[in-house]
């Protein structure tokens, strides 16, 4: 009879746990977990409260890790990705958190790791030309082009980036117009042509911009696969301006149009876009907000403004002295339909100070920023709770239009 009456309360605990809890099984991807740099994962909820902790030094990398973790009622769980960070013999750490997580979430990688860019030479022959009154190649290049006109045949060479289409403007005595060689690379890039083989028009368009300063960035036409620079700051200096100047070649049919225009250094923002046939006329921000209600060593709390966008990112930044990597610990988390959000960095086992010492750093950040994302473009097919590492990768804000604001903040020592 005892027993069976403690077999009752024992299930009807159980059932209560149940009611009050809910099961999350999240993954990370197995390109991930392949990183030499991550060295743990840790699941917490908004109060820094852990719930699931590992060394990734521990599982298999011929897989994702899928595991589950009980959530509570009320709670929103964050999962930490921790990284070591290496420079020339000195370490630092820097943190991936991604906030309120649905059930069945993935984490993968936020971008492929940057490869050193390949070049190739190009050579343009082009005939019947007895001068060249203006010259631009468009795109990113190891060197300055060449170009010189011999026995009335115009020699173009040069090393371009390989991903990118060969775009050349130019302007030949006696004429008012521009004419262009443009065409993706091939497998000898050795190009043949006459006066008349070159393209007879090229569009200058212009982007409004929503205000005067020294914009950076590029706009670019995708082609077969190639991309073909339209404008780029790094080639082209305009000065403060509220207008983007680029170049269309008349006659081909880009595949999509894309841009990246920023200035961070001034008043931090960055406009991302993809577009299908035409680039737009004006583009615009949003409201923004930079200050917080509440900045502290390991919490946050900031209002949540319908207006300022669905996502953010808050960034803290630590100093280990002269030499040593920035540490920085990224926390990312979306905004929409909330009023306010409130946010403590997770509690950090004892195991994992021992191999990354680093970490009794987040107690003195010497700054955090905040940062809200905008989507003008397909937003409804992102949810971010299940796949929230996209928000990270530049390609994938090209693709939704992002516009994103920051603001740093310094903190007091």
């Known amino acids: 009879m005892i027993r069976a009456k403690y077999l009752t309360c024992f299930i009807l605990l159980l059932s209560a746990v149940s009611l009050f809890s809910q ?7 197995k390109d991930r977990l392949q990183s030499e740099d991550l060295k743990a994962i840790m699941v917490s909820n908004q109060y820094g409260v852990l719930r699931y902790f590992t060394f990734a030094g521990q599982l298999p990398k011929d897989s994702a ?28 750490f820097e943190n991936t958190t991604y906030i309120g997580l649905s059930d069945g979430a993935v984490i993968g990688r936020a971008m ?11 050579n343009v022959r082009v005939a019947d ?38 775009f050349a403007v130019m302007r030949l005595p006696g004429e008012n117009f521009l004419r262009h060689f443009t065409s993706p690379m ?59 100047p680029f170049f269309v070649p008349g006659g081909v049919q880009f595949d999509s149009l894309s841009l990246f225009l920023s200035d961070i250094n001034n008043k931090g923002i960055a406009l991302y876009g993809t577009y299908k046939e035409a680039l737009p006329a ?16 390991k919490s946050f709390t900031f209002a949540a403004g319908s207006d300022e966008g669905q996502h953010y990112a808050i960034s803290y930044y630590y ?13 990312w988390g979306e905004m929409e339909g909330m009023d306010q959000v409130d946010f ?30 905008y989507c003008t473009q397909y937003c409804d097919d992102y949810d971010f709770s299940a796949r929230p590492a996209l928000l990270e990768n530049p390609k994938w804000r090209m693709r939704h239009g992002m516009v994103a604001r920051r603001k740093l903040k310094e903190l007091e020592e």
Do not use: C
């Not at 959530?71 to 290496?86: M, S, Y």
């Open 186 to 244: 091939t497998a000898d890039n050795n190009f043949e042509l006459s006066r008349e083989g070159l393209g007879k028009t090229v569009y200058m368009g212009k982007i409004a911009m929503p205000y005067q300063t020294e914009w950076e960035g590029t706009i670019k036409g995708m082609l077969d696969g190639y991309e073909f620079h339209l404008f780029n700051s790094a080639q082209k200096q305009i000065g403060a301006t509220d207008t983007i």
């Open 23 to 29: 099961t999350l099984t999240l993954s990370v991807t």
């Open 129 to 166: 030309v007895d001068g060249v009154e203006e010259f631009q190649l468009f795109g990113p290049l190891s060197r300055r082009p060449e170009y010189r006109v011999s026995r009335e045949v115009l020699n173009i060479s040069a090393k371009l980036e390989d991903n990118a289409g060969i």
């Open 319 to 331: 100093s280990l002295g002269q030499g040593r990597p920035l540490a920085s610990w990224h926390l």
């Open 112 to 122: 492929a790791p940057k490869k050193a860019p390949n070049y190739r030479n190009f």
């Open 282 to 297: 004006r583009i615009d921000t949003f409201s923004f907000e930079p200050s917080f209600l509440r900045s502290e060593s």
């Open 344 to 373: 403590i960095l997770p509690d950090i086992p004892e195991e994992l100070y021992e191999i990354i010492p680093e970490l009794a750093e987040i107690a003195s950040p010497i700054a955090i920023d905040k940062n809200s994302f």
């Open 65 to 92: 890790h899928t595991f589950q973790v009980r959530q509570r009622i009320g709670e929103a769980l964050a999962l930490t990705l921790v990284e070591e960070v290496e420079d020339q013999g000195y370490y630092s």
